[in-house]
């Protein structure tokens, strides 16, 4: 028994040590960014929220925040919609080939974003989108795309059709059954695939890295372009706010649906 | 009595597929077809040429660096998994409250900025950083060394940022197991070691090639670790790529590179799903 007991242990301090890993970047980020020094060093020389202030009166940054809250909001928004549309055809569809256009739905999340970053660089500079929001928004449409709409997928095949039956027994109409009843059922799901979207978004660096840049300048672009360059704990501030922010998104996720099934485990 | 909901007439189907597929052909598909026409541009003219395939091949640097992006893909892949199965493992099994909590705490790091956790990695290895620091206190080094730039950096970074995908593909294989197959091992006097060797572990096969490719093909893909940790030495498709596209400004040449990739993409997962195949039709 009390060798049973050593195995437990050492099987728990080993996963203890990989989540240690796992997350040590981020612990890291969060120690450095209250130190005060111009320059990178651990552990920090004292403790301070100045560089927070800093980040909140530098123009670069907030100019950032407020783009890529706009291009993740934006593109969430179209992607769940157009999203949430096609997965009522895919799902409840009854069409040639449905099975084709519901892999092809998909098809972008296998593409390795730094290729379609030069496809889209390539197709956006004749039209004079590189640089731009509208491109950017384009852009991220192809990637998040795929998840928004077999989130909602997911949420319609799960719906209750006795539910809708009895709604239209009672004289709803097709479209009052759906705005009382269908829409109503997929709210976790609507949520989820609209803030996976954000997310993914508002964390996406390599097609923005390519198609932006000078103009239109992203928050993980912002801290890319300053970190090429300087390393102070202004940035690592900027780097807490940005997980900060992605926090709370994560946190409703996993509430509503769980964070597994909505990144594809 | 039984009203069906009505079946979805024909023309409403396709209008709600309509904008899906007009939203992926503009900024997926024809990307993909304009980048595989522009890597075929000739210098001269108007037709199409293959130079730009030519001078790739010809060239012994793009080899060494085709070879280079393969042989730290592979690398990412032997540390990554390793370190997934346990995490996935003790997920799948765990009893504990805990478990939804460990469950989404190691999966969030994937919805974290790969830019911010680069800047992580950057901090520890730095010159002033945790380990230098570490080392130089505990009288292992006299002065701290660089370790956060060139491919141990870039290797360390990606794995611990692929980790989550690792550990999300065993987990999903590993829940769909049959619990009762260990417990079954077990009464019947097997050792933790044998029902690990024995039963686990074959039966984990299938999960764990996921999650080989999905890091494999992540790790040659990516072009931010290495850009940014490679401290310019570590030369992969993916940096240049982006050298091609933004120093030097030779399209076609980008264009042959990305398509060099995709067909490593290509090769990679048709390979995988043979090897699968015939593991799951040896079980």
New interface residues.
Partial sequence: MKHDRT?RMA?HL??GL??L??????I??LI?SFDTRP?????PASFSLISYARVLHNPLFLQAGKTSLLIGGCSAV?SL???T??A???V????PGRQS?QW??L??M???????A??????LQPLGLLDTLTGLI??H??IT?PYT?RIVSSGIAQLD?TL??AA??HGAS?WQ?FCCVILPALRPHLITGFLIAF??S??E??IA??IAGHRAVT??LA??QY??FR?DPQ??SL?VL??LL??V??III?RLI???RA??? | ????????P?WL??L??L???A??V???V???L??AR?SLQPTTGHTLSLHAYVRLFEDSFYWWVIGRTIFIGLLCVVITVP?AF??AL?LARSQSGWR?T???????????????????????L?R???IN?TLVWAGILAQPTRLDNGPFATVV?LV?IL??YGI??I??HLSRLDAELEQAASLLGAR?LQVFWHVLLPLSVPGLMTASLLVF?LA?????TPQ?MGGGRVFVL?TE??NQ??ISLD?PF??AL??T??AF?GIF?ALYQRILQRVESQS
């Fill in positions: 195995v099987w080993l996963i990989i989540y890993f796992l997350l040590a970047p981020l890291i980020v450095v320059y990178l060093s651990f552990p179209l919609i157009v999203g549309s096609a009522f055809a895919l409840r569809g009854h069409f256009l092809f739905f098809s972008p296998l593409m390795p974003h730094i290729v379609l030069v496809g889209l660089m390539m197709t384009l852009a449409i192809s795309l709409t059709r809708e039956e239209r027994i097709p059954s997310l993914f508002f964390d660096a390599v890295l390519f928050l993980p801290i890319y970190i090429q390393t940035v690592a780097s940005v997980v992605s926090l998104p994560i996993e769980n964070l597994r990144v594809g485990g | 009595m039984r009203v069906s909901v009505r079946k979805q024909s189907q396709a709600l597929i904008p899906g597929v939203a992926l503009v900024t997926f024809f990307p993909l304009w980048l522009t370190l346990p995490v003790f939804g460990l469950t989404a705490l190691a999966i969030a790091p994937l919805l974290t900025s790969t830019v911010i956790r680069t800047y992580g990695w950057m901090v520890i730095g002033h950083g945790l620091t970074a611990e980790l989550p999300i593909s987990l999903s933790r093909v040659i893909s990516s072009l931010v940014l993916a790529i982006f596209t933004t399209w980008a264009g990305s398509i990739l995709l993409f997962v």
